[in-house]
């Protein structure tokens, strides 16, 4: 089975973020790694100086509080 990434720097509550997971979820497991708030243009900064919080959320994906591409790293 297949472990499937699904991330994106519009928020967590972005529309098409649920479905997409959704769409893979036969394809194999799928995790949603999204900031708590729209973020776009950021998808290349890091945050380095700050401790990483995650938060989980079910069956919603959790929220982020670092920039995007620290949740791929």
Same mark, same amino acid.
């Given at each position: 089975m297949?472990?499937?990434?699904?991330?994106?720097?519009? &928020?967590?509550? %972005? %529309? &098409?973020? %649920?479905?997409?997971?959704?769409a893979?979820?036969?394809l194999g497991e799928v995790h949603v790694l999204a900031p708590e708030r729209e973020q776009s243009a950021r998808g290349h900064a890091l945050t380095l100086h700050r401790?990483? $919080?995650?938060q989980r959320r079910a069956p919603d994906p959790g929220g982020r509080q670092e920039a995007? %591409?620290? $949740?791929?790293?």
């Open positions: 297949a472990l499937l990434l699904v991330t994106n720097d519009d &928020g967590v509550h %972005a %529309a &098409g973020l %649920a479905a997409l997971a959704s893979l979820a036969d401790p990483l $919080r995650v995007p %591409a620290r $949740r791929v790293a």
